[in-house]
């Protein structure tokens, strides 16, 4: 391996380790461009058997954030974010589940390479999503589970308690060859 091809790597992986959740955001706008960027990551992301079940509404109206901030306990930090990325995902079981986290992580990085700052909210109820379905006019064959929030971080603000932003060690969440081994 190259001297270039390493640190290339490292860089890579360095990126993969520091992404983190951001829920204070500065009131800066994001670029139509930065978030068109985004959209062709998500569009490539891959999905279980290609079906590619997503469908993506970016929201940057502030007053329709704040509504979406308010359908669940877990969307609250969407009132402060610049843009939002509404993920509505067709079907149901573990792979839905799994193309939905695949999908959401593939954007934060991007977002991260771009310096933009993102974290995810939750849509928990069948009641939240319906409130985020009559919101945005998604139709009922799609499920709104989650979010992408997006926006410069406030640096200034704490983005998480001390305890949840620390790791477990390596042994305590990896075993070789054999549970507990």
Do not use: C
Not at 2 to 13: G, I, R, Y
Not at 54 to 61: A, E, G, P
Not at 80 to 95: F, L, M
Not at 144 to 159: K, N
């Amino acid at each position: 391996m190259s001297t270039h091809e390493n640190s290339q790597s490292e860089a890579v992986l360095t990126s993969l380790r520091s992404l983190r959740q951001s829920r204070q955001f500065l009131p800066d706008p994001i670029g139509r461009g930065d978030l068109e960027q985004l959209l062709e990551v998500a569009r490539w992301t891959g999905s279980a058997k290609n079906t590619q079940p997503w469908h993506l509404v970016v929201v940057t109206d502030p007053d329709v954030n704040a509504r979406l901030a308010a359908a669940g306990a877990f969307a609250g930090f969407l009132e402060g974010v610049t843009a939002s990325i509404v993920i509505a995902v067709r079907g149901e079981g573990r792979s839905v589940a799994y193309d939905d986290g695949r999908l959401s992580e593939r954007v934060m990085l991007a977002a991260q390479a771009l310096g933009i700052g993102s974290g995810t909210a939750w849509f928990s109820t069948p009641e939240n999503r319906q409130q985020v379905r009559d919101l945005l006019g998604i139709p009922a064959d799609l499920e709104p589970w989650s979010a992408i929030g997006l926006g410069y971080t406030d640096a200034t603000q704490a983005q998480a308690a001390p305890s949840l932003s620390g790791r477990k060690p390596i042994s305590e969440v990896v075993s070789w060859e054999r549970y507990g081994a």
